[in-house]
T-cell receptor
């Protein structure tokens, strides 16, 4: 499974866009990039995933570079409730399972 | 819609005591099931996963075991708890789409 590298922490003003970077330089051609977040004392929550094209849903946008060695999760209008640890994961596949290898993530603090 | 339940929500146990944490999923059939542990201030560590009844794979050697007696029930156990077993235990389920859905977790403190 490819390893990911994320900054340990970031700050963002409420209402502004939060751009969370992730490096995954050893990603394989058939591996997806997944993003989850974990609000304090809760289980992780799926946000978005992508293979090579940029993706957008109601929560966020995912921008993947053309060489797929890095990606950026964008929260377009951050709110205080977006304060959480954000995990970038390159999904490894094993027989019929989708094992997720969580790193230490980026702790995003949204301030008023 | 699918829901996942874990209990108990919190647990305080003495060293050397047994452990049983239960996870059940509703609204889906034949899910993949997972147990994770998160030590204080650390990331999530995958402990066990299961692709079907009675089929358990262990990711790391440890003092814990898992069982899946029914399709939507996943149990985490220990015969004798260690101090290092303290942490936040999370159960998750998925189908082949790859997204995992996590339960509310059990916070275990071993004293």
């Amino acid at each position: 499974d490819a390893k990911t590298t994320q900054p340990p922490s970031m700050d963002c003003a409420e209402g502004r866009a939060a751009n969370l970077p992730c490096n995954h330089s050893t990603i394989s051609g058939n591996e997806y990039v997944y993003w989850y977040r974990q609000i304090h004392s809760q289980g992780p929550q799926y946000i978005i995933h992508g293979l090579k094209n940029n993706e957008t849903n109601e929560m966020a946008s995912l921008i993947i570079t053309e060489d797929r060695k890095s990606s950026t999760l964008i929260l377009p209008h951050a709110t205080l409730r977006d304060t959480a640890v954000y995990y970038c994961i390159v999904r490894g596949r094993s027989y019929n399972t989708d094992k997720l290898i969580f790193g230490t993530g980026t702790r995003l603090q949204v301030f008023p | 819609s699918q829901t996942i339940h874990q209990w108990p929500a919190t647990l305080v146990q003495p060293v050397g005591s047994p452990l049983s944490l239960e996870c059940t999923v509703e609204g889906t059939s034949n899910p993949n099931l997972y147990w994770y542990r998160q030590a204080a201030g650390r990331g999530l560590q995958l402990l066990f996963y299961s692709i079907g009844i009675g089929q358990i794979s262990s990711e790391v050697p440890q003092n814990l075991s898992a069982s899946r007696p029914q399709d939507r029930q996943f149990i985490l156990s220990s015969k004798k708890l260690l101090l290092s077993d303290s942490g936040f235990y999370l159960c998750a389920w998925s189908v082949t789409s790859g997204e995992q859905f996590f339960g509310p977790g059990t916070r275990l403190t071993v004293l």
